[in-house]
Nanobody, 120 residues
Framework: VQLQASGGGLVQAGESLRLSCVASGSIFSIDTMGWYRQTPGKQRELVGFINNDGTTHYADSVKDRSSISRDNAKNTMSLQMNSAKPEDTAVYYC???????????????WGQGTQVTVSS
């Protein structure tokens, strides 16, 4: 099982950014997909997540300008963040709680990080 993140890069403050993540491999089911972010010297912090029933949760710092969606048929998830701020600059990591094929319990999986830089 692998998670592959894409998107990010350099955006101007006030612009929008979009990150995507796809889960691949032998997967029985996916419960949760979400995003964390991390800046140097700080702990990784939750950005938001979406459950398989479509319910979402966001960090207070992004909840009024972010939206996470997923396509269960394609095992993909996207983060749309509007009105980007310099403090959004971080490495963003997608993660998932899923059950691999042949297993019964969910496991955490992480994608590689993708750098987002918001210039002022």
């Amino acid at each position: 099982v692998q998670l592959q993140a894409s998107g990010g890069g350099l955006v101007q403050a006030g612009e929008s950014l979009r990150l995507s993540c796809v889960a691949s491999g032998s997967i029985f089911s996916i419960d949760t997909m979400g995003w964390y972010r991390q800046t140097p010297g700080k702990q990784r912090e939750l950005v938001g997540f979406i459950n398989n029933d479509g319910t979402t949760h966001y960090a207070d710092s992004v909840k009024d300008r972010s939206s996470i969606s997923r396509d269960n048929a394609k095992n993909t998830m996207s983060l749309q963040m509007n009105s980007a701020k310099p403090e959004d600059t971080a490495v963003y990591y997608c993660y998932s709680i899923l059950i691999p094929a042949g297993h019964r319990a969910g496991r955490h999986y992480w994608g590689q990080g993708t750098q987002v830089t918001v210039s002022s």
